[in-house]
């Protein structure tokens, strides 16, 4: 019970990170009924922009950690913004494979341009909050654990409020429901979406930070695998759907770490893409999502 109990707070608190950088998939699918492949590596620069940053602010300090984190999450929601004004914006009547197409190469450049201005090798992450165990019983929690969750679960009420009680998260709503009714009764869908990818890429800043705490390494292609298991937890979820990404990211967390721990830990990496393949034959809209019927 005791291995089973630590199992799953380890689970929980991937599963959590996995959350966050579904929520910025989820959010612009729900947008736009597009996914951002860029949005794994936009992760990654959360994770350097905290490396850098961690050089200017004290470390092990939970003031230094909190503004090290506010600032990755700044820095990437503007970036996330600057991509969307020009690699998506001049798209946005244009096929979907043609936005697509866009993503996959913003990725690519995103990669490449890590490679370049931050070095292709593997640089240690700096410890940003002070080092602590909490024992309950015979399982131990670490800092970095209870960063995760604290973070988690503020950024989760947070965006909960937003979506649901602000007139910039009624915009959301309204452009994802109708694009063009939402233009007509006077929302700047321009905005919207601009916000929207802001706020997708800052959830993804904090990912990153909070993965880079716990695996303590930091590299230029480090959000490939992360980013997708992350899509897989959107779909498991029901892409578009809030709570969905949040529960698939908590899912495929536990799941994830109960086979690592496993005679079958050499297959975990492909558990996240076999539950991809399960959910799309048996139920396409996702654990939470809905089925929505295209009239022809």
């Not at 992760?43 to 490396?51: C, H, K, L, Q």
């Not at 690519?108 to 341009?113: H, I, M, R, V």
């Not at 230029?220 to 992350?230: H, Q, R, S, V, Y």
Request: hydrophobic share 55%; aromatic share 10%.
């Amino acid at each position: 019970m005791t291995e089973f109990l630590q199992q799953l707070i380890n689970g929980l608190s991937l599963g959590a990170i996995y959350a966050l950088i579904a929520l910025g998939y989820t959010m612009v699918y729900g947008v736009l009924r597009f996914i951002n492949f860029a949005h794994s590596d936009i992760f990654m620069i959360g994770a350097f922009a905290g490396y850098y940053l961690s050089k200017h602010f004290p470390r092990e300090s939970m003031g230094g950690g909190l503004i090290v984190l506010a600032g990755a999450m700044i820095i990437c929601a503007l970036l996330g913004i600057i991509i969307e004004r020009l690699a998506y914006r001049p798209l946005r009547d244009r096929s979907k494979l043609n936005v697509l197409i866009t993503a996959i190469g913003m990725s690519l450049l995103l990669e490449n341009a890590g490679q370049f201005f931050f070095g292709a090798n593997p640089k240690a992450f700096p410890v940003l909050f002070p080092v602590m165990t909490i024992k309950l019983g015979a399982v131990v929690l670490s800092s970095n654990q209870m960063a995760v969750f604290i973070v988690t679960i503020v950024v989760l009420v947070g965006l909960r409020f937003i979506v649901m009680r602000t007139k910039i998260g009624t915009a959301m709503r309204a452009v994802s429901f109708n694009p063009v009714a939402a233009s007509l009764v006077g929302i700047n869908n321009d905005i919207v979406i601009s916000f929207t990818f802001g706020l997708g890429s800052a959830l993804a800043a904090a990912g990153g930070i909070l993965y880079s705490l716990n695996y303590q390494a930091i590299d230029p292609l480090m959000g490939i695998l992360p980013g997708m298991k992350a899509f897989v937890a959107a779909v498991l979820g029901g892409i578009g759907n809030i709570p969905g990404a949040a529960l698939g990211g908590l899912l495929l967390g536990v799941i994830e770490t109960f086979f690592n721990g496993s005679r079958w830990s050499t297959y975990t990496d492909a558990i996240a893409f076999t539950l991809l393949i399960l959910i799309l034959l048996f139920r396409p809209a996702g654990l939470l999502g809905k089925a929505q019927v295209e009239k022809v």
